[in-house]
């Protein structure tokens, strides 16, 4: 089983609609966990942490399911300006070192 | 902004050229990290560095070393480049009590 497992894409929706990603990952002991976008030929940006007991941040919603290692960030009345990748992070229990899925591509049309 | 720059931005290089690229950051973070980010592989780490002269490799550090020896960069060396290391290479760092981890621009390396 890889570290970390997400949806292959790409996700094709339109403007104004929602759309769930979801992610595994192996490594039980894993601490923290969170989302990265990352943009086209750019470098990935913290969207948001990802806490037990959920948490919100405007339009995105993420969950956290240790005892089913499951990630999942919800994003509701999408943008244009969403389209980009969506990494799923999570740490290695050594030296803050990061995993990071292989990403899921969100294409968002007019 | 993380204060992280990298250099150079794109190179192009042969095969068999050593090839050196740096990460500077302005903020004293004591963690930083080399990754390197492929279509199908997703990023992957190369080394890390949790301090001047204490580094550590990572999942793909085969053909790479790194240096460390001020706080404010972290130099990424491949000795003998090879077309396999074609890649964009990402540089981050974390903050001190935290996972989250910020990332430099890139260098998109390109060994022909």
């Known amino acids: 089983r890889k570290e970390v497992e997400q949806d292959p894409g790409p996700f094709n929706v339109p403007e104004g609609a929602t759309v769930a990603f979801n992610c595994t990952y192996s490594?039980?002991?894993?601490?923290?966990f969170f989302w990265y976008r990352q943009d086209c030929r750019k470098e990935p940006k913290l969207l948001m942490s990802?806490?037990?007991s959920g948490n919100e941040d405007g339009r995105f919603t993420a969950q956290l399911n240790r005892a089913s290692q499951y990630i999942s960030l919800l994003i509701r009345d999408s943008k244009l300006s969403d389209s980009a990748t969506y990494l799923c992070?999570?740490?290695?229990?050594?030296?803050?070192?990061?995993?990071f899925g292989k990403g899921t591509m969100l294409l968002v049309s007019p | 902004d993380a204060g992280i720059t990298q250099s150079p931005r794109h190179k192009v290089t042969e095969t068999g050229t050593p090839v050196t690229l740096r990460c500077h950051q302005t903020?004293?973070?004591?963690?930083m990290y080399w990754y390197r980010q492929d279509p199908g592989h997703g990023l992957r780490l190369i080394h890390y560095?949790?301090?001047?002269?204490?580094?550590d490799k990572g999942e793909v550090s085969d053909g790479y070393s790194v240096s460390r020896s001020k706080t404010e960069d972290f130099l990424l060396t491949l000795e003998s480049a090879t077309s396999s290391q074609t890649s964009v290479y990402f540089c981050?760092?974390?903050?001190?009590?935290?996972?989250?981890?910020?990332f430099g621009a890139g260098t998109r390396l390109s060994v022909l």
């Open positions: 992070v999570v740490t290695r229990p050594r030296y803050s070192t990061l995993t």
């Open positions: 990802v806490y037990s």
């Open positions: 560095s949790y301090g001047v002269k204490d580094t």
């Open positions: 490594n039980s002991a894993s601490q923290s």
């Open positions: 981050a760092i974390s903050v001190a009590g935290e996972n989250i981890q910020y």
């Open positions: 903020e004293n973070h004591r963690y």
